[in-house]
């Protein structure tokens, strides 16, 4: 491919975009076509993208964690582009981008309208809900933000588990879900504007992993705000200390002097969540900190969070966390290793004579 023919593909930032996002997209897009051959063939390559860091203006600023952005154009400055991927922009749950993002919203709106595909990372699709081009369709975000849209942008059908969402006409309209979603986004738009084989070699020199099992596994119940209404937000201070216990939302409704049916109206009304739904997130959260940090069978600890079946149990558990427990402890419970042993300690120090003892009494892990 010529280097003149190559699409260009902007990346839209602002003050709120993580720098993980940014420079992670921009050293992976912009070096695909060319890393595999220059660093393992000894030979120059072809980029599938001219990338270009975009924002409302070329002023450099400041982003996420002090770092420093140096735009290459202002927006108004591109009135074509082939791929526009808005990188995440971090926001308060409690907040809409519609007051804050005016220029950027309308020029989403006309360069989609222009033909451009777009797509976005974690909270960068707030910015393409705020400009409409995500009205009807499906979408992926962090799972954190799920109210949010519920609340701000009813129109748009969020697929809470989504890794990345296609959408929209000739899937002109691409989702990624929480921060790290970048690398599966980034590997769909080189296999898409540069090929299988080329997503496949980024993948490889990258040393990209796999998330097929989605965002379920790494989500949690939310602490939600405490409602206005003294009732509901009585009886979710009760449930928090009192999840495992029988008729969770019999109790609760006595808890609030209310009737069942009074009680589910109100409840759903405060906080979004049908009540059985809202104490199975608890019991499943509390299951998953279980998994991880406790050796407890999964029959105990169904039984810790209220439950009698283990089966049952289980079932539950797949339907909201996305993996079996037994499946979701070999996921989640290596990723802070244990202590070592004494003996462990010792055998390390062996194979490295020059180890001094830790001051703590807590040698490095093996």
Same mark, same amino acid.
């Given at each position: 491919?010529?280097?003149?023919?190559?699409?260009?593909?902007?990346?839209?930032?602002?003050?709120?975009?993580?720098?993980?996002?940014?420079?992670?997209?921009?050293?992976?897009?912009?070096?695909?076509?060319?890393?595999?051959?220059?660093?393992?063939?000894?030979?120059?390559?072809?980029?599938?993208?001219?990338?270009?860091?975009?924002?409302?203006?070329?002023?450099?600023?400041?982003?996420?964690?002090?770092?420093?952005?140096?735009?290459?154009?202002?927006?108004?400055?591109?009135?074509?582009?082939?791929?526009?991927?808005?990188?995440?922009?971090?926001?308060?749950?409690?907040?809409?981008?519609?007051?804050?993002?005016?220029?950027?919203?309308?020029?989403?709106?006309?360069?989609?309208?222009?033909?451009?595909?777009?797509?976005?990372?974690?909270?960068?699709?707030?910015?393409?809900?705020?400009?409409?081009?995500?009205?009807?369709?499906?979408?992926?975000?962090?799972?954190?933000?799920?109210?949010?849209?519920?609340?701000?942008?009813?129109?748009?059908?969020?697929?809470?588990?989504?890794?990345?969402?296609?959408?929209?006409?000739?899937?002109?309209?691409?989702?990624?879900?929480?921060?790290?979603?970048?690398?599966?986004?980034?590997?769909?738009?080189?296999?898409?504007?540069?090929?299988?084989?080329?997503?496949?070699?980024?993948?490889?020199?990258?040393?990209?992993?796999?998330?097929?099992?989605?965002?379920?596994?790494?989500?949690?119940?939310?602490?939600?705000?405490?409602?206005?209404?003294?009732?509901?937000?009585?009886?979710?201070?009760?449930?928090?200390?009192?999840?495992?216990? =029988?008729?969770?939302?019999?109790?609760?409704?006595?808890? !609030?002097? *209310? &009737? /069942?049916?009074?009680?589910? #109206?109100? @409840?759903?009304?405060?906080?979004?969540?049908?009540?059985?739904?809202?104490?199975?997130?608890?019991?499943?959260?509390?299951?998953?900190?279980?998994?991880?940090?406790?050796?407890?069978?999964?029959?105990?600890?169904?039984?810790?969070?209220?439950?009698?079946?283990? =089966?049952?149990?289980?079932?539950?558990?797949?339907?909201? !966390?996305? *993996? &079996? /427990?037994?499946?979701?402890? #070999?996921? @989640?419970?290596?990723?802070?290793?244990?202590?070592?042993?004494?003996?462990?300690?010792?055998?390390?120090?062996?194979?490295?004579?020059?180890?001094?003892?830790?001051?703590?009494?807590?040698?490095?892990?093996?």
């Amino acid at each position: 491919m010529p280097q003149t023919s190559i699409p260009r593909l902007c990346l839209l930032t602002t003050p709120e975009t993580s720098p993980s996002v940014l420079y992670g997209l921009l050293d992976v897009l912009a070096s695909a076509g060319s890393v595999y051959p220059e660093m393992l063939e000894g030979k120059s390559g072809h980029q599938v993208f001219d990338v270009k860091i975009v924002a409302a203006s070329k002023t450099p600023f400041r982003c996420f964690g002090n770092v420093l952005v140096e735009p290459s154009l202002e927006i108004d400055e591109v009135e074509n582009t082939e791929v526009v991927v808005v990188c995440d922009m971090y926001q308060p749950i409690e907040t809409s981008p519609l007051d804050r993002y005016p220029r950027e919203i309308a020029w989403l709106k006309r360069i989609h309208e222009r033909g451009a595909f777009v797509a976005s990372v974690c909270t960068g699709s707030l910015l393409l809900a705020a400009a409409g081009l995500l009205d009807g369709l499906e979408a992926a975000t962090h799972w954190g933000y799920r109210d949010v849209f519920r609340d701000y942008y009813p129109k748009v059908k969020m697929c809470e588990d989504a890794i990345l969402c296609l959408s929209g006409e000739s899937h002109r309209v691409v989702t990624a879900g929480g921060t790290t979603s970048w690398q599966e986004l980034s590997l769909y738009l080189i296999a898409r504007f540069g090929g299988i084989k080329q997503a496949m070699l980024t993948k490889k020199v990258f040393l990209f992993g796999d998330r097929s099992d989605g965002q379920l596994p790494f989500s949690l119940m939310l602490p939600h705000p405490k409602s206005t209404d003294s009732a509901i937000a009585d009886s979710q201070t009760w449930i928090a200390e009192n999840y495992a216990c =029988t008729n969770p939302v019999a109790q609760m409704a006595s808890h !609030a002097s *209310l &009737t /069942p049916r009074t009680f589910a #109206r109100r @409840f759903r009304s405060a906080t979004g969540y049908d009540p059985m739904d809202y104490v199975q997130s608890l019991r499943i959260d509390e299951a998953k900190q279980l998994l991880e940090t406790d050796e407890l069978s999964v029959e105990e600890i169904g039984l810790a969070v209220g439950y009698q079946d283990p =089966t049952s149990f289980r079932r539950l558990f797949k339907r909201k !966390a996305g *993996l &079996t /427990p037994a499946v979701y402890r #070999r996921k @989640f419970a290596k990723i802070i290793p244990k202590a070592p042993t004494p003996a462990q300690v010792g055998r390390i120090r062996h194979r490295v004579p020059n180890l001094a003892p830790s001051s703590a009494g807590a040698g490095p892990v093996e």
